[in-house]
């Protein structure tokens, strides 16, 4: 089995030091970085390739619920921490595992012996492109020329720098698709390359001449992590 690499995301730094000494016992895990926020581990992750993250919950500016949330299962994710009361959203997102604070080395190994069982390995390193029906052919499309995707019914409308394409696709189906680190979802009919951002104003984003509203179920997760807050 090759490593799998992993990094370790918590705001205390005696909960980094003991998860580091376990790691360093499983030869086959290799740490890449000991990050204090969640923010911090999107940026690593939009950098690097990562393939497991032991992330704590309860941490300042964004919890490790919503940092989950914005990697759209990118990396498989364990989570630790002091409170039992997260578990059933952490399952939702489908985490590996729980691990609730102080956690013990048996549970531990327990847990990333699990993961070996059911044969992680380190991530291919996605296409920089997708394949679309559109009318009467399959086209491609690179992340680099898409600005935003808008939802309409049930089609969608993805918008790149030079043309507009509709193809018969759910955001259920396309999500997956996208690496998490270049594009988000800001409303229910919107998704928006973090590129193609021009400006944030007023509850909406500017790519070019276009505003496109932020929803409110996504408005939070969003500023925190573009480090809007307040707007």
């Given at each position: 089995m090759d490593k799998v690499r992993c990094?370790?995301?918590d705001d205390e730094p005696l909960a980094i030091e003991i998860l580091e000494e376990y790691v360093?016992?499983?030869?086959?895990?290799?740490?890449?970085?000991?990050l204090e926020s969640g923010l911090e581990a999107l940026d690593f992750v939009r950098q690097n390739e990562v393939d497991l993250i032991f992330l704590d919950i309860q941490m300042p500016d964004l919890s490790g619920i919503k940092t989950a949330e914005l990697l759209n299962n990118q990396c498989e994710i364990i989570f630790?921490?002091?409170?039992?009361?997260?578990?059933?959203?952490?399952?939702?997102?489908?985490?590996k595992d729980y691990l609730l604070k102080p956690i013990s080395f048996d549970r531990f190994l327990k847990s990333v012996q699990r993961?070996?069982?059911?044969?992680?390995?380190?991530?291919?390193?996605?296409?920089d492109y997708i394949f679309v029906k559109t009318e009467y052919k399959i086209k491609k499309i690179r992340f680099d020329e898409v600005c935003y995707v808008e939802g309409m019914k049930d089609y969608l409308r993805i918008v790149t720098h030079d043309e507009k394409v509709m193809t018969l696709l759910s955001f259920a189906k396309l999500m997956p698709k996208l690496p998490a680190q270049r594009f988000v979802r800001i409303h229910k009919s919107y998704?928006?390359?973090l590129d193609a951002i021009d400006s944030v104003e007023k509850g909406k984003v500017r790519v070019g001449e276009k505003l496109l509203p932020i929803g409110e179920t996504h408005k939070e997760a969003f500023l925190e992590l573009i480090g809007g807050h307040g707007l």
């Amino acid at each position: 089995m090759d490593k799998v690499r992993c990094i370790i995301v918590d705001d205390e730094p005696l909960a980094i030091e003991i998860l580091e000494e376990y790691v360093k016992k499983i030869h086959w895990l290799d740490l890449q970085a000991s990050l204090e926020s969640g923010l911090e581990a999107l940026d690593f992750v939009r950098q690097n390739e990562v393939d497991l993250i032991f992330l704590d919950i309860q941490m300042p500016d964004l919890s490790g619920i919503k940092t989950a949330e914005l990697l759209n299962n990118q990396c498989e994710i364990i989570f630790t921490t002091a409170y039992n009361q997260y578990a059933i959203e952490g399952f939702e997102l489908e985490a590996k595992d729980y691990l609730l604070k102080p956690i013990s080395f048996d549970r531990f190994l327990k847990s990333v012996q699990r993961l070996k069982r059911t044969n992680i390995e380190p991530k291919e390193v996605k296409s920089d492109y997708i394949f679309v029906k559109t009318e009467y052919k399959i086209k491609k499309i690179r992340f680099d020329e898409v600005c935003y995707v808008e939802g309409m019914k049930d089609y969608l409308r993805i918008v790149t720098h030079d043309e507009k394409v509709m193809t018969l696709l759910s955001f259920a189906k396309l999500m997956p698709k996208l690496p998490a680190q270049r594009f988000v979802r800001i409303h229910k009919s919107y998704v928006v390359a973090l590129d193609a951002i021009d400006s944030v104003e007023k509850g909406k984003v500017r790519v070019g001449e276009k505003l496109l509203p932020i929803g409110e179920t996504h408005k939070e997760a969003f500023l925190e992590l573009i480090g809007g807050h307040g707007l």
